[in-house]
C-alpha cells in the first residue's frame, strides 16, 4: 500500500546563453536532444521530458538537425515531449509588457504548430515575477503557475525570513493578479533540481530518498510530491527507468512515478486541501533580507536596456501602428516581416541575456540582434509612412515651391512637441554630370537661401511656429519598385516645429513654403516670450529652471507653485558586486557633483526650445584595489569582500543637456558620460521632498505602488528597484515623474525622499556558481542617457502624467510628400479611442487573421469604460485576449462607437474586423 507519490519530472532548464556564447550551449542543447530521442527510442518506460516551458530550443535544435522535425512533432504530439507555453524564458520585468504577451502568444502559436503546448504558466529562473502574471496566463487560457522566487517557503539560496502576506504554509498557494484573477501556483521550494541525479545503486538510492521526500514533505500541501530530474543545462538522465526501479524496490511505501507536469498538475488538483494561501501581486523578494534578489541586473550593462527599448518602442509603438494604419488602404499588413522582427528581439529576453549577467560574447551578439530587429522595425515604419503620405490629399497646399510633410503619431495617446525633423528643399538627380562637380553647383545656387524666407502652414493653411536650419547638399537615394536605385543630391533644411494634439493613431499635415506666396499668412504670427530667463535660466508658461553653478537646477512649477530643488546632481559609487548584485565597499561615502563647479552655457535657443550644456571634469577613482581580483579569484562571496577603491582618480568628463520646450511641463535631461574608470555606479539624483510613503512604478500591465521603506527583515543596505517607463512620487496635492529611457533601476533615499536612477553599473565579473571575468561589463566608453523629468499635479494617474513618460521613448515619425490629390484627408485618426485612466499597449493585426487588434490596460484599480470608434466600416468588433482568441461580441452604438467597461488592472484587447479583408 503506498502511501504517497513521488512525481518525477525529467527536464534540463535551458538558458540558451549564460557563461558559455549561445552557440557553445547549443552545441550541448544537440546532445541533449539527440539522446533524448534515442532514449525515448530505446526505452519505453522513459515516459517524458518537460522541455523547460519555452519552443525555442526546438527551433535551436531543429537548425542543426532539421530531419528531425517529423520525429521531434510525434514526441509532442505523444505527450511525450512538453514544449511551451512561452517562446523564451524571459526577465519579466526588464522587457515591456507587450513583450511579455507576445512571448506567450508566440511561443504558444509555434507550439501548436510542432503538436501542442503544457497548459502551465513555467517560471522556473525568474529573477522575480510580475504581478499581473496569473491575468496574462489566465487569458491564454492556463490556470496554473509555477516559480522559484519570492515566496515564502523557499529553500536553496533565498529564503524568505518572517511570517507575512507573501507567505505560503505549502509550497503550493494561490497567487493573485491585481485584476483580481487567481491561479493556482506551485513554488520549487527545494529547486527546480529537487530530484536530479536520481541514484540506480540502492544504498545511494536510499540515503538519497530519505533526504529528497523530507524535504518535499517539509512544504508540500499534499501526498503528491514533485521532484524535478534535471538542473541548469542537466544532461539526460539515461538510466532514470533503472534509478526509479531501484526507488519502488527500496521504499515500497512510495509509488514513484516517471511523470510530467500535466499529470502532476492533476493528481495535484485532486489530492490538494481545500484552502490555500493567497499570495497577491509582484513578487520581488521584497520579504528578505535583500541580499539575493539579483535586482541589480536591472542596472548591468545599462546599454543592453537601452537597445531593447529602442526595439520594442520601434516594434510595438511605431512599425506596427503605422503598418496596420497603412493597411487599411493598401490591403498588405507584413505580418511575417514583424513576427520575424519580434522573434529577432524576443532572442534577447531570457533571463541570462537581457538581464546582462552573462559573459561579455552572448551580450555581444544580443547587440546584433537588437540591431536586426530594428532594421526590421524601421523598413516597415518607413514604408508605411510613405504609403499613407502617398494617398493624403495635399492638394489643399498650393502647388508652387510647397514642400508638404505628415506627422504622425502612434503613441496611441494624443501628444503634442516641440520635433525636429530634416527635410529636402530640392532633389537634383545624378544625370550625366559627375556627382562632384553636381554638387558644387548645387551648392553655388543655393549660397543665397535664407530660411527666413520660408514658413510652416498647417493644414488649415495657417502659420505654426517652426524653426529652419539650412544643413546642405546631402546625398540621397530613390530605390524604385521598376528601375535601378536612383541617386540624388538633396539640399535639406532642419524644421524644428511645434506640434500639437495630433490624435494617437493618425497625421497631421504640414508645408513649409515661401513666405513670399503667402504674404498674409505672416499676419498669423504669435509673438512668443522668450525661453531664456536671466543667466543660466529658462521659463515657460509652466516652469522656471535655474541653473546653479554645479550642474544642480531648481524647478519652480509655476502652475501648483511647488519649488524644487537640488536637482540633476550625479553620485557616484564603488561597486565590488557582480552583474547580478550592487556591493558598496564598505564605509564608503558617495562622492557627488554637489558643489563641484561645471562650466554651463545655451547651446540651444529659439522661440520653441532651450538647450543648456553643462560640462563636468570629474576625478574619480579609477577602479578597485588589486584586493578585489582576489576576492573575486578565490570566490569570496560579494557580501564579505574586503576590496577599497584606490586612491588614485582618473577624469570622467559629464556633459548634460537640460533642454526646455515652448508648451512643455517637463525637463529633458541627457547625460554624455565617457566612462574611463571601473567597478563604480553612477546616479543622477532627484531631491524631490515630496511626502509619501510610496512611489508608483511602470511595471508589466501595471503601475505598481511600491513602499519606500524597504520590509523589516531587509539588510541589503541598498534598496534598488526595478522600473520600465518611469517611477513617480507624489504627496497627493503635487508629483514628479522620471521618465527614462532603458534606465532600469531607482531607489528612494530616505533623504528627502531623492530619486536615484542608476545611469551606468561597472563590475569585472559574472558572478554566479564560478569565476568569469566580464571585462565589457565595466561600460567603459561613451554613453548617451535620457530622462525626462515631468512635474504635474496630483499623482502620476490622476494627472495624466503617465501618458506623456509612456511617450517619452517613441520617436514621432515625419513624411514628407508632393502636393498631390489623395483618399485620405489632410488630417485624419484611423482609430479614435478614449477612456479614463487606460494606457495603450498594441495595435496590431491578427497572428491568424486579418482582425485589428487594440490592446490597452486600466492603470487604475476602478472601473473604466473603454469606447471605440473606427473611421473605417467595421464588419464586427469583440472582446479578445492576450492570445487573440474571439471573446464577445460589442454592439455598435448609434454613433458608430463601441464601448466596453475595463475592470481595475485590466489588460484589454478588443479585435476589430474591417469589411475589407487583406490581400
Ligand atoms: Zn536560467
Known sequence: MTTKTAHIVAHSHWDREWYLSFEKHRMLLVKLMEDLIETFEKDPEFKSFHLDGQFIVLEDYLEIMPHRANQVRKLIEQGKLIVGPWYILQDEFLVSSEANARNLLIGIQASEQMGGYAKIGYFPDSFGNMGQAPQLISQAGIEVAVYGRGVKPVGFNNEIQSGNEHTSKYSEMYWE?????????????????????????????????????????????????????????????????????????????????????????????????????????????????????????????????????????????????????????????????????WKTLLKNHPHDSICGCSVDEVHREMMTRFAKSQEVAEAISVQSAR????????????????????????????????????????????????????????????EAFDPNDWIALNAEGKQVEAVITPVGPTFGYDLPDNRFRQPYWAYQVDVELHVQNIPGFGYHTYALVPQSAFSDAAANESITPELVAGEQGMENDYLRIKIAGDGSFTMLDKVNGRNYTGLGIYEDTGDIGNEYMYRQPDQEAPLTTQGLPAQIKLVHHTPLKAVYEIVHHWKLPTSADELLDEEIRSMVPFRNRKSRRLDETREVSIRTELSL??????????????????????????????????????????????????????????????????????????????????LNEYEVLASQNTIAVTLLRGVRELGDWGVFATPEAQCLGQHILEM?????????????????AYQFPIPWTVQQTGVHGGTLPAVHEFLQWEGDHLAFSALKRGEENDDMLFRVFNVSSETTSLKVTPSFEAKEVYESTIVEEQGEAIKAADDGSYVVNVGPAKIQTIGIQPTTSLV
Open 387 to 446: 504609403t499613407i503620405a502617398e494617398s493624403v490629399d495635399t492638394s489643399g497646399f498650393d502647388a508652387d515651391c510647397t514642400l508638404p510633410f505628415v506627422v504622425f503619431n502612434t503613441s496611441g495617446h494624443r501628444r503634442s512637441n516641440v520635433i525636429t525633423t530634416r527635410m529636402d528643399v530640392e532633389r537634383r538627380y545624378f544625370d550625366h554630370q559627375p556627382p562632384h562637380e553636381k554638387y558644387q553647383e548645387f551648392k553655388r545656387e543655393y
Open 177 to 341: 493578479s491585481p485584476d483580481g484573477t487567481r491561479v493556482l501556483a506551485i513554488l520549487f521550494a527545494n529547486w527546480y533540481n529537487n530530484g536530479m541525479e536520481i541514484p540506480v545503486e540502492s544504498e545511494k538510492a536510499k540515503a538519497y530518498w530519505a533526504e529528497k521526500l523530507a524535504a518535499a514533505e517539509e512544504f508540500a500541501s499534499s501526498s503528491e510530491l514533485l521532484f524535478m530530474n534535471g538542473c541548469d543545462h542537466q544532461p539526460l538522465q539515461k538510466d532514470l527507468t533503472q534509478a526509479l526501479k531501484t526507488a519502488s524496490k527500496i521504499m515500497p511505501d512510495v509509488a514513484f512515478r516517471h511523470s510530467s507536469f500535466p499529470e502532476y498538475i492533476q493528481a495535484l488538483q485532486k489530492a490538494k486541501p481545500q484552502s490555500l494561501d493567497v499570495i497577491r501581486g509582484e513578487l520581488r523578494s521584497q520579504w528578505t533580507d535583500g541580499w539575493i534578489t539579483l535586482v541589480n541586473t536591472a542596472s548591468a550593462r545599462v546599454y543592453i536596456k537601452q537597445q531593447n527599448v529602442k526595439s520594442q518602442t520601434l516594434l510595438e509603438k511605431v512599425a506596427e501602428p503605422l503598418a496596420v494604419m497603412a493597411s487599411l488602404s493598401t490591403g498588405i499588413y507584413p505580418r511575417h516581416e514583424l513576427l520575424y522582427a
Open 661 to 742: 520646450e515652448k508648451m512643455g511641463r517637463s525637463v529633458g535631461i541627457k547625460s554624455y558620460i565617457n566612462n574611463t574608470v571601473q567597478d563604480h555606479r553612477i546616479r543622477m539624483l532627484f531631491q524631490t521632498g515630496l511626502e509619501a510613503s510610496h512611489v508608483t512604478v511602470d511595471s508589466i500591465y501595471e503601475l505598481a505602488k511600491r513602499p519606500i521603506q524597504p520590509e523589516a527583515e531587509w539588510r541589503n543596505p541598498s534598496n534598488a528597484q526595478h522600473q520600465n517607463a518611469f517611477v513617480s512620487i507624489s504627496n497627493g496635492r503635487e508629483g514628479l515623474t522620471i521618465a527614462n529611457k532603458g
Open 788 to 804: 525626462e523629468l515631468i512635474s504635474h499635479d496630483f499623482d502620476v494617474i490622476e494627472s495624466d502624467a503617465y501618458v506623456q
